[in-house]
């Protein structure tokens, strides 16, 4: 049985990289699951500004994708967005909207479905609130959306704090990320190992997985990569790509350092490969600056990789220092190094001790089918009468 088509509004959907679009993903994956129609709007930098690509034929049973060229400012973006939306609904009668990051997705979802008399939720993600809110984002425009949206969830009890803080708004629900802990486990067979990459079998391995860039904190894990080399033949597996606006930071440094092995596998669109990747490393490395509940994270969790990270965002909230993993102190993210030192001081009874505990976290509080019950209670508060 089919309920009422929604329409989900993000930025970013695969092919797009990164942890926004993945989320758009599994979200929207996991709604067709629950038996309702999804219609995805995302923008796409690769159509001519205004251009619509629709899906290639309608099927309920995923989630169907309409990509929208973008023009050059949002201001022309938007109201455009506005008349596809329009030809949409009158389409496919939707019975909610879900934006997905406070902005773009999230304003335009609930300013549409105000205008269309239908309920709206919107998704707060984490740079959302730690930077639009700050100039040249626009701190009305938030305020607006997170007063008028039906529904708002946030991906860490954290983010539900800053909710209240700039909307007074105290019914935020804690929607978690999660992951595939059949594809992400220690289990999982591989046929990735050191040698196929050029990792000396002596080498330690300090790993992190995503797109690098300064939130994520390149400069501390380069730094940490400097320490533990000193001690320790040692790579840095970058299990993704390195954002091009930071490109000239990783060029700096191996011309400072020039023995510094690096190893950067580039985008990797499947998880399966991304969770064999992940096995090869000794230690598994998040020194964000700011956050909201990183994926990569989880993901490293899932499989059993010792965790050190950062105390930013929602990252306490999956790690409990010195049982599961790790964590730095953000303003002590200069001593990653050091932290990693003691770290491979451990015996290996008590690292995998740890590992096994990681996994245990992510099993009982991130898998699927948690969040598929949190996502039954989103949808039975947004739509009530929908079953």
Same mark, same amino acid.
């Given at each position: 049985?089919?309920?009422?088509?929604i329409?989900? &509004?993000?930025?970013?959907?695969?092919?797009?990289?990164?942890?926004?679009?993945?989320?758009?993903?599994?979200?929207? /994956?996991?709604?067709?699951?629950?038996?309702? +129609?999804?219609?995805?709007?995302?923008?796409? $930098?690769?159509?001519?500004?205004?251009?619509?690509?629709?899906?290639?034929?309608?099927? @309920? =049973?995923?989630?169907?994708?309409?990509?929208?060229?973008?023009? $050059?400012?949002? @201001?022309?973006?938007?109201?455009?967005?506005?008349?596809?939306?329009?030809?949409? *609904? @009158? =389409?496919?009668?939707?019975a909610?909207?879900?934006? *997905?990051?406070?902005?773009?997705?999230?304003?335009?979802?609930?300013?549409?479905a105000?205008?269309?008399?239908?309920?709206?939720?919107?998704?707060?993600?984490?740079? @959302?609130?730690?930077?639009?809110?700050?100039?040249?984002?626009?701190?009305?425009?938030?305020?607006?959306?997170?007063?008028?949206?039906?529904?708002?969830?946030?991906?860490?009890?954290?983010?539900?704090?800053?909710?209240?803080?700039?909307?007074?708004?105290?019914?935020?629900?804690?929607? !978690? #990320?999660?992951?595939?802990?059949?594809?992400?486990?220690?289990?999982? +067979?591989? /046929?990735?190992?050191?040698?196929?990459?050029?990792?000396?079998d #002596?080498?330690?391995?300090?790993?992190?997985?995503?797109?690098?860039?300064? !939130? !994520?904190?390149?400069?501390?894990?380069?730094?940490?990569?400097?320490?533990?080399?000193?001690?320790?033949? =040692?790579?840095?597996?970058?299990?993704?790509?390195?954002?091009?606006?930071?490109a000239?930071?990783?060029?700096?440094?191996?011309? /400072?350092?020039?023995?510094?092995? &690096?190893?950067?596998?580039?985008?990797?669109?499947?998880p399966?490969?991304?969770?064999?990747?992940?096995?090869?490393?000794?230690?598994?490395?998040?020194?964000?600056?700011?956050?909201?509940?990183?994926?990569?994270?989880?993901?490293?969790?899932?499989?059993?990789?010792?965790?050190?990270?950062?105390?930013?965002?929602? &990252?306490?909230?999956? &790690?409990?220092?010195?049982?599961?993993?790790?964590?730095?102190?953000?303003? /002590?993210?200069?001593?990653?190094?050091?932290?990693?030192?003691?770290?491979?001081?451990? %015996?290996?009874?008590?690292?995998?001790?740890?590992?096994?505990?990681?996994?245990?976290?992510?099993v =009982?509080?991130?898998?699927?089918q948690? %969040?598929?019950? $949190?996502?039954?209670?989103?949808?039975?508060?947004?739509?009530?009468n929908?079953?």
């Amino acid at each position: 049985m089919l309920f009422p088509p929604i329409l989900f &509004i993000t930025e970013r959907f695969p092919p797009d990289i990164g942890g926004l679009a993945s989320s758009s993903f599994r979200i929207t /994956q996991a709604l067709c699951n629950l038996g309702f +129609a999804v219609d995805v709007l995302t923008w796409s $930098r690769y159509l001519q500004a205004g251009e619509v690509l629709p899906p290639n034929f309608i099927n @309920d =049973t995923k989630p169907q994708v309409y990509r929208i060229g973008l023009y $050059r400012h949002w @201001d022309s973006t938007m109201p455009h967005t506005l008349n596809i939306l329009d030809w949409l *609904h @009158d =389409t496919r009668n939707y019975a909610a909207v879900w934006g *997905h990051y406070l902005f773009p997705g999230g304003f335009l979802a609930t300013w549409f479905a105000a205008n269309k008399g239908i309920p709206s939720t919107v998704s707060a993600r984490g740079n @959302d609130l730690d930077r639009e809110m700050f100039p040249p984002g626009d701190f009305a425009r938030l305020q607006w959306t997170l007063a008028n949206a039906k529904v708002i969830t946030a991906v860490s009890a954290d983010i539900v704090k800053k909710i209240q803080l700039l909307s007074r708004r105290f019914d935020a629900i804690a929607l !978690k #990320n999660a992951v595939d802990t059949d594809i992400f486990s220690p289990t999982i +067979a591989t /046929q990735v190992n050191r040698g196929s990459l050029g990792i000396a079998d #002596n080498e330690v391995v300090l790993g992190f997985a995503g797109e690098l860039r300064e !939130k !994520k904190g390149q400069v501390f894990l380069f730094q940490a990569l400097t320490t533990v080399s000193a001690k320790h033949p =040692t790579c840095l597996l970058i299990i993704g790509e390195i954002r091009a606006s930071q490109a000239t930071a990783l060029q700096s440094y191996t011309s /400072q350092y020039p023995e510094a092995h &690096i190893i950067v596998t580039g985008h990797i669109p499947n998880p399966a490969p991304v969770a064999q990747h992940l096995q090869l490393c000794d230690v598994y490395l998040q020194p964000s600056l700011w956050e909201g509940m990183p994926n990569a994270l989880l993901e490293a969790l899932a499989v059993e990789c010792c965790c050190i990270a950062s105390d930013a965002g929602g &990252i306490p909230e999956v &790690i409990n220092h010195g049982e599961n993993g790790f964590i730095v102190p953000r303003h /002590q993210l200069h001593r990653l190094g050091e932290a990693v030192l003691e770290f491979l001081e451990l %015996e290996t009874a008590i690292r995998r001790q740890i590992g096994k505990a990681a996994r245990d976290h992510i099993v =009982t509080e991130f898998s699927l089918q948690q %969040e598929k019950l $949190r996502l039954q209670t989103v949808i039975d508060l947004l739509m009530p009468n929908s079953v």
